[in-house]
């Protein structure tokens, strides 16, 4: 069994670029979540993904948006960068219908925005 | 708006001690509760879950945690505690007909002292 993983681990950018996160989820999960973790905070959702539409947003601008592509994978993108969004970016795939309401995360992106 | 409290920021314990991390919800409809770790530099494990029946659940590491509606909380407690179990501890809520998005505490830093 494959669990989540993402790409990159690290990357910095510069104010003002776009980024794109990449998320494969773990075999059998038909649904994404991401959350930007902040440093010194808990992890706060961003959106989720199911059936490649999106089902439910937090409070996070539209330069937020995301991609779930039919093999469940997902991409993040972030445009018009501000220093705020230097964070850790997790993505949690589950399984919906039943899964018991589990999440699995992948070991994140740091995001430095300079 | 459901929101999750963790009392303690940091916590210091001394090798096998036990310790108490304390958790408190928000909600005005029924809640799934999960305790998340996270060691440096990775991402979040399950410890954890409350869907429903017993109260009392368990961890395969001796970890435990109760669920307590009338004073809405989900503390995690160990007996023992040991130099591994140092990381980063999240209490995190789902509400029932939501999109399963999670809302996770601030965390509590649990720092085991030889």
């Known amino acids: 069994e494959t669990g989540v993983t993402q790409s990159p681990t690290h990357l910095i950018k510069t104010r003002g670029q776009q980024v794109t996160l990449r998320c494969s989820s773990q075999?059998?999960?038909?649904?994404v979540s991401w959350y930007q973790q902040a440093l010194g905070q808990g992890p706060q959702f961003i959106f989720q993904?199911?059936?490649?539409?999106?089902?439910g947003r937090g409070n996070f601008p539209p330069r937020f948006s995301g991609l779930q592509f039919p093999n469940y994978s997902s991409e993040l993108n972030v445009n018009a960068l501000e220093l705020d969004d230097s964070a850790l970016y997790l993505c949690?795939?589950?399984?919906?219908?039943?899964?018991?309401?589990?999440?699995?995360f992948g070991p994140g992106t740091r995001l430095t925005v300079t | 708006a459901q929101s999750v409290t963790q009392l303690d920021s940091q916590v210091p314990v001394f090798e096998e001690a036990p310790v108490e991390l304390r958790c408190n919800y928000s909600s005005s409809v029924s809640v799934y509760l999960f305790w998340y770790v996270q060691y440096p530099n990775q991402g979040l494990q399950l410890l954890l879950k409350?869907?429903?029946?017993?109260?009392l659940v368990e961890s395969i590491n001796g970890f435990e945690a109760e669920f307590n509606k009338s004073q809405t909380s989900f503390h995690l407690r160990k007996p023992s505690v040991h130099i591994s179990d140092t990381a980063e501890y999240f209490c995190?809520?789902?509400?029932?007909?939501?999109?399963?998005?999670?809302?996770f505490g601030s965390g509590t830093q649990l720092t085991v002292l030889p």
């Open positions: 995190a809520a789902i509400s029932s007909g939501s999109a399963r998005q999670l809302t």
């Open positions: 075999s059998g999960h038909n649904t």
């Open positions: 993904y199911y059936r490649e539409e999106e089902n």
């Open positions: 409350y869907l429903s029946g017993s109260t």
């Open positions: 949690a795939s589950s399984l919906v219908p039943g899964g018991s309401y589990e999440q699995y």
